[in-house]
């Protein structure tokens, strides 16, 4: 049996699965982020070892699983953030995540030194303070006594994997997250690194995803309660792992879109797209050789759940399903009225830190269900816009199969596929995808599967097909959402802080 690990931003999922990757039990032990103004978002990476252990142990004991029968571990983790060690590996400061959005004038310094377009065809990504390169300059600026004392730069699931092996590397799929990594060599990018100020020496080694790193050190299978024989596959970063897990695998497979905190649209495809307007990104696949072309935005299903908390009488308790199926009453009613998504900035399709979100054309008559049915608007109208900056590019979409959190409500994939115009399915693993795409690749990694596997471990079991007057109709309420914003951004430039 294998066990796989999900670093994500709110918590760590274990999870129990057979040689095949077919699951058979799960446990999700939850942490804190530090989000504060001025961009700020941080983690401390202890948490995430200490959610590991916890996880493991509780998954072993509530599955009542023999822990001798455990042969192999994996672990899949959120993507481009920092976590920055001494001699000793031992963190610094702690971790600044992906959401963190303080490097503006360290992407500004990347961005005069190597060229925006250069460095977007080097990198299949543009210069943006989200990416980790950028995020270890801000350090070495402004926190100059914490940075003389870093010696290795790692991503969240290599912290762990160096925590269960004594040995620090990462993956292609980690690597093309960092905004470091040349995609046409699969190296470290040497005229990226001269233009940061940083030294080669900082960045660790890049592995396959399949790879085996190693076994489980002494400390680690006493911490965990598994045999030392357990060998732990290095895995990647979670937007390639839930391609896998949700049976993209191939050009053939088609898109698929996460709903989770962070929401993004993806496929694979056999070389890197590149939008002329540099509004989407490519990340090397953790099947060799592939890539997965991505749209993210900051916050899909965290706008989700900041309204849900902020209109629930118990924050602790939103009741999300009931706000979300209290809005389908007032689909026509909300014409006029507008959320825009940016809680924490925004990537695609705007690249703009700076970004707020803020309800547009509230009028006296609107209330909680229209705030609600807005806001999973604007989440649906913004990952439109990735769509049909892939379509420009010239890849094709015409079905997106969900998975993460919220792809569990049928309003809001009915939404979905009326705004896209495009079938929208459900599939078995929704809040699963990445520990099943984890185990695949951890199976592949000890010569027990290979990756089309993925694909037979799911199935579709909900299919939302638009309605062409809705689709009509939102197609121009999108280009409304499209205006807000653009009437918005001279102000947010100039108001930011």
């Given amino acids: 049996m294998l066990i796989a690990h999900d670093l994500g931003t709110t918590g760590n999922k274990a999870s129990l699965h057979t040689d095949e990757g077919r699951l058979l039990a799960s446990v999700t032990v939850s942490y804190g982020a530090h989000f504060a103004t001025g961009g700020i978002a941080e983690q401390d990476p202890a948490d995430w070892w200490n959610a590991v252990v916890s996880a493991t142990r509780q998954l072993t004991e509530s599955s009542g699983t023999d822990p001798g029968s455990v042969a192999g571990l994996v672990v899949s983790g959120q993507m481009m953030g920092a976590v920055l060690l001494d001699a000793a590996y031992e963190p610094v400061r702690p971790a600044i995540i992906w959401a963190d959005s303080r490097s503006s004038q360290q992407a500004a310094q990347l ?45 969240a699931k290599d912290y762990v994997v160096h925590r269960l092996t004594g040995t620090l590397a990462t993956d ?52 965990l309660g598994l045999s030392r024989s357990v060998r732990v596959v290095m895995g990647g970063g979670d937007g390639p792992i839930a391609a896998v897990g949700s049976g993209v695998v191939s050009p053939s497979d088609g898109a698929y879109v996460c709903l989770g905190t962070s929401s993004w649209i993806s496929f694979a495809s056999e070389a890197p797209v590149h939008d002329p307007a540099m509004r989407t990104f490519t990340f090397d696949h953790v099947v060799p050789g592939m890539f997965v072309p991505t749209a993210t935005m900051q916050a899909g299903g965290a706008s989700i759940a900041w309204i849900s908390e902020v209109l629930s ?15 389908e009453d007032v689909a026509d009613d909300v014409d006029g009225l507008y959320f825009l998504p940016y809680l924490l900035g925004e990537r695609s399709p705007w690249w703009n830190p700076d970004a707020r979100a803020a309800f547009v054309g509230l009028s006296r008559h609107h209330g909680r269900a229209h705030l609600t049915r807005a806001v999973l608007e604007g989440v649906a109208f913004n990952l439109f816009s990735c769509i049909q900056a892939f379509a420009e590019a010239g890849a094709t979409i015409d079905r997106i199969d969900a998975v993460g959190g919220a792809a569990a409500s049928d309003p809001l994939l009915r939404l979905l596929a009326d705004v896209w115009g495009v079938p929208v399915r459900r599939r078995t693993v929704v809040s699963e995808a990445n520990s099943l795409g984890a185990a695949v690749t951890g199976a592949v990694g000890l010569g027990l599967t290979d990756f089309g596997a993925a694909r037979d471990l799911s199935e579709v079991i909900a299919e939302f097909t638009p309605d062409l007057d809705r689709h009509r109709n939102y197609v121009r309420r999108h280009a409304e959402f499209t205006d807000a914003y653009r009437a918005l951004e001279p102000w947010y430039t100039g108001s930011s802080r």
């Fill in 313 to 327: 009488a118990d924050p602790a308790n939103p009741g999300v399903s009931g706000l979300v199926a209290e809005s």
């Fill in 111 to 155: 961005k005069a030194a190597l060229g925006a377009e250069y460095a977007y065809g080097l990198l299949g990504h543009r210069i943006d303070p989200t990416y980790s390169v950028e995020k270890v300059m801000w350090v070495r600026d402004n926190e100059p006594q914490t940075f003389a004392r870093v010696r290795h730069i790692a991503l």
């Fill in 172 to 223: 292609r799929s980690d690597a093309s997250g960092t905004n470091a990594y040349d995609q046409k060599t699969g190296e470290w990018s040497a005229d990226v690194l001269a233009a940061a100020g940083l030294d080669r020496a900082l960045f660790p080694e890049i592995r396959e995803s399949t790879d085996v790193v190693g076994a489980l050190s002494a400390s680690a299978a006493e911490a």
